[in-house]
């Protein structure tokens, strides 16, 4: 592809991720088998909000995975790369589908986390392949902090978000550890703060919007 094609499917790409218009997916969400529960206001409204924050996070490895595979060194770790962003299309697709029920929207910061992300990804890449696998096994991590908080603070009711999220925990899991097999670097606990506040500013943010 020409360097105009490539910028245009990345934008292309961006915009499906950030606006949450990803369409088909692979899997059926693990909602799609739970009978709906009633849930009160405030429940639905708790319910959409911590949506909305997974749903941002997955906005954010969407453009990790790519900022990633465009700087990538070797081919073998782009085309890894690419691979998990398909499979990640799964997570977004199920939390705007979730989203949706509870009434909602997604978060309208996306597209600023989103090129946010793209270009830490980018930096991430061009650091070399040790690293960059580092990078995703270190974020792994930082989801699957985020999707254990939120598992436990969803309301008892709200059964169906909660069968997405224990979904996407295993599989961000098996992310993580493909990763690091694969020859990614366990990155230093200094660095895993750094990331740890960012992703708290994130989750605080799109929660309300
Ligand atoms: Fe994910
Ligand atoms: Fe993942």
Not at 16 to 43: C, F, H, K, M, W
Not at 93 to 118: A, H, K, M, Q
Not at 119 to 141: K, M, P, Q, Y
Not at 165 to 170: E, V
């Amino acid at each position: 592809m020409s360097i105009i094609d490539q910028v245009i499917v990345e934008f292309d790409k961006a915009l499906r991720t950030s606006s949450g218009t990803v369409g088909q997916t692979r899997r059926l969400s693990p909602a799609s088998s739970i009978a709906d529960s009633e849930l009160s206001n405030i429940e639905q409204k708790k319910s959409a909000g911590l949506m909305r924050v997974n749903h941002c996070g997955e906005v954010c490895a969407q453009a990790l995975y790519q900022g990633q595979a465009l700087t990538a060194k070797s081919t073998r770790v782009e085309k890894q790369l690419q691979a998990a962003a398909d499979e990640e299309t799964d997570h977004l697709s199920w939390c705007e589908g979730r989203i949706d029920e509870l009434g909602s929207n997604v978060s309208v910061l996306n597209p600023i986390w989103y090129v946010s992300s793209f270009a830490l990804g980018a930096l991430a890449g061009s650091l070399g392949d040790r690293i960059n696998l580092g990078f995703v096994a270190a974020t792994e991590e930082q989801v699957c902090k985020h999707l254990e908080e939120h598992i436990e603070a969803l309301p008892d009711a709200d059964k169906k978000s909660r069968a997405v999220l224990l979904q996407m925990q295993q599989d961000e899991l098996r992310h993580k550890q493909s990763a690091l097999d694969a020859g990614g670097q366990d990155f230093p606990s200094p660095v895993k703060a750094v990331m740890t506040g960012i992703s708290t500013l994130m989750t605080k943010t799109s929660y309300w919007v």
